[in-house]
């Protein structure tokens, strides 16, 4: 094979690798607001395993795999002036001033980190993140086409050029850092389900959310939603709906607690209450006797067949193909799945204030960031001498 489809090889890989750590930054950015994996997925297993954050949600590993591949890829993009004289000394001189081997050497140790962490997701996390494995796979790629240039042009004094030109490189790179990143803020809003929408007050932003009081994610849901919602006063029409799951052995209890104070006017009180507390049989007992609601009525509608059925309705509220897992929350045209981060629910709320935005499905977007990658590629070629 000619040396310079090595090259190719070795770009084009390291391409692709940047291309999903640059999807993957953003999932890991807020995995409730991605759509290039769910919460159930191998993405999501991976995310949360101990290598994949560094003190903060914006210094991840997909961070630096990004950081890796813009680096390999302004490597294979020298040309080394000093050719003659490293051919001619050799040595470990010879490392920096001969691009093939610095490229090999760089690829070569990304290759042997990426089936590293190939063994990792296989052997300790037990799942495997679709977009990790085209990353890790593509920077082996990158370390085998790297090694097969490296042999191609042994001896050479004059290493032939890539078809594209450095700035065409730097440019494509751009384009598949920002095309994850500038998804998010075109992309089509979820539809909201006929039976959400129905429960919209005109004139309001409206957050409904599908909440179950032992849910963890549920409860810390609580603590970050409520001084949020605060700021926006009477703007907001909240609702919340209880889906008590079975695997939670008190969350049926709670519900059951919810919705009895709220029927003496103290849901959200009693809200506050069930999602601080370790929940028990007695706890919740001891939640509603400290709201002082009418111990009969609250006894008889505890254990009454119209709660069991109304928490039945509110279960059935959420469309069964719509239930992707708790805590769930529509706000205006968005749909939130999972806890968020205080800027996803910000710009939520924000969002629903704005008049619709334009946007674009999915498919155009895919055939606009290729057609912007082809005319780089078109205006950055090298033309014959």
Known sequence: MPSRFWLLGAQLCTCLALLASAALYVHYLDPADSDFCGLRSGCEAARRSAFSYFGSP??????????????????????????????????AAALWALPELTLFAAAGLGGVLAVALLAYQAFVIGAFCWLCVIADASVIGAALCALGWAGAVRGQEQLPPSPLRPAAWLAIAAVLVAAPLLWNGVRPETPVPPSIRALYVPGKINVIEFADFECPYCRRLHALLKPVLAQYGERVAFQRYLIPLPIHPHAELAARAGLCAAAQGKGEAMADQLFGIELSEDSIARAAEALRLDP??????????????????????????????????????AMIVGLPSELTLRDALDRALRPPRASLSGPVYVTLTILALAVIAWLGRRRPA
């Open 296 to 333: 009969a009525r609250y006894d008889a509608c505890m254990g009454s067949a119209q709660t069991a059925a109304e928490l039945e309705r509110q279960a059935a509220l959420l469309p069964e193909d719509q239930f992707k897992g708790l805590p769930t929350m529509f706000i205006g045209s």
């Open 58 to 91: 914006y210094l991840s590993l997909p961070l630096f795999s990004m950081l890796a591949q813009v680096a390999l890829l302004s490597l294979s993009l020298r040309r080394g002036k000093a050719r003659p004289q490293a051919l001619a000394r050799g040595g």
